[in-house]
């Protein structure tokens, strides 16, 4: 099986901007997570989806969006962008969800934003 | 909140000696504990799970303990390579379904 892709790998944006990421989860796994990786705060959880419905949130402002379709793939969304949210960001699909004892996380490269 | 430690030094050891990271925790107990591997420039690598009632799970030269009591997680790498050489990373559940929580990481260093 493929694994989880995303795209584009990098990207250079200017304060203000808004930029749209994508992720192709592995076929057949319904729950796309997103998380945030930078230095100083390491990996946080920004949201996961399900069967195109948001399930969990983690603790991030509401410029940051995302929503999933019915072939799984996902999109996140950071409008009116902050040098702050330059960072790594990774998508993970599994089955059924990351906090299930089968819920094995398969994580994609990442897409490397650089705020200027 | 919710806080998880990870040594944020890098542990550097001989090749063939055993590797133990640890990660701590605060608070209540975590439903599931997860160890991942990962590389630079590359996403994290799922490596083992361990449930809130078992005490140790193994995986060819990987040992992960769990002690609710101490609140900590051991991760074991036994005959290091210089191939295990990556940053592990921690992870938890803090009840069964919800968001998984990653701990700062631990960067090892296998020398040959």
């Known amino acids: 099986k493929a694994g989880v892709t995303q795209t584009p790998r990098y990207l250079i944006k200017t304060r203000g901007q808004q930029v749209t990421l994508s992720c192709s989860p592995i076929s057949g796994h319904r729950s796309v997570s997103w998380y945030q990786q930078t230095p100083g705060q390491g990996l946080q959880f920004l949201f996961e989806?399900?069967?195109?419905?948001?399930?969990n949130k983690g603790n991030f402002p509401g410029r940051f969006s995302g929503r999933q379709f019915s072939n799984s793939r996902s999109e996140m969304n950071v409008s009116t962008l902050e040098l702050g949210d330059s960072a790594l960001y990774l998508c993970?699909?599994?089955?059924?969800?990351?906090?299930?004892?089968?819920?094995?996380?398969?994580f994609g490269p990442g897409t490397r934003l650089l705020v200027l | 909140s919710q806080k998880i430690e990870q040594n944020s030094e890098a542990l550097n050891i001989q090749e063939g000696k055993t590797a133990t990271l640890t990660c701590n925790y605060t608070?209540?107990?975590?439903?599931?504990l997860q160890w991942y591997r990962q590389d630079p420039g590359r996403g994290p690598v799922f490596l083992l799970l361990i449930r809130e009632n078992e005490k140790e799970k193994r995986k060819e030269r990987l040992k992960v303990t769990f002690d609710t009591t101490l609140k900590q997680s051991l991760f074991h790498i036994t005959a290091s390579q210089p191939a295990d050489s990556a940053t592990y990373l921690c992870?938890?559940?803090?009840?069964?379904?919800?968001?998984?929580?990653f701990g700062g990481g631990t960067r090892l260093m296998v020398k040959p």
């Open positions: 992870a938890l559940v803090y009840s069964a379904g919800n968001m998984l929580t």
């Open positions: 608070n209540y107990s975590p439903a599931y």
């Open positions: 989806y399900f069967s195109e419905t948001q399930r």
């Open positions: 993970a699909s599994s089955l059924h969800g990351p906090g299930l004892a089968d819920g094995t996380q398969y």
